[in-house]
């Protein structure tokens, strides 16, 4: 059973990251989009089609980030439960350490978003 608990933070606190990775990635390509966009605006060779393509896929990349970010949110209240439901099988292993640091973490960072 102890096993079970440990196995499944393990695979809790890489879903996390992962979760985690993939809305630093969409902020990033926000800010790449973003910059392609201005250069579309300014560069008169460019047809009014092409700049609202890039327009686009600006705002798609922004509505990934909100989906990102509700994920993350819904991921750490599931994760948060499952610790309270398994707190008396906390025995101090790293392991457990780490899903408290980890939801620490992630939670500061969104929040100061």
């Known amino acids: 059973m102890v ?5 499944s933070l393990k695979i809790k ?10 809305y630093i990635l969409y902020k990033k390509e926000e800010q790449l ?7 579309f605006k300014a560069d008169e060779t460019k047809d009014i089609y092409d700049v609202k393509k890039q327009v686009e896929i600006l705002d798609e990349n922004k509505t990934m980030i909100i989906d990102s970010v509700s994920r993350v949110t819904a991921f750490l209240v599931q994760f948060g439960e499952f610790l309270e439901e398994h707190k008396d099988e906390d025995d101090g292993s790293d392991i457990w350490k780490e899903s408290f640091d980890i939801i620490d973490q992630i939670s500061t960072k969104f929040l100061g978003e």
Do not use: H, P, S
Request: aromatic share 0%; proline share 0%; hydrophobic share 35%.
């Open 13 to 22: 606190i890489d879903a996390l990251k992962r979760l985690e990775k993939d």
């Open 3 to 7: 096993l079970d608990i440990k196995r």
């Open 33 to 39: 989009q973003i910059e392609k966009v201005e250069r």
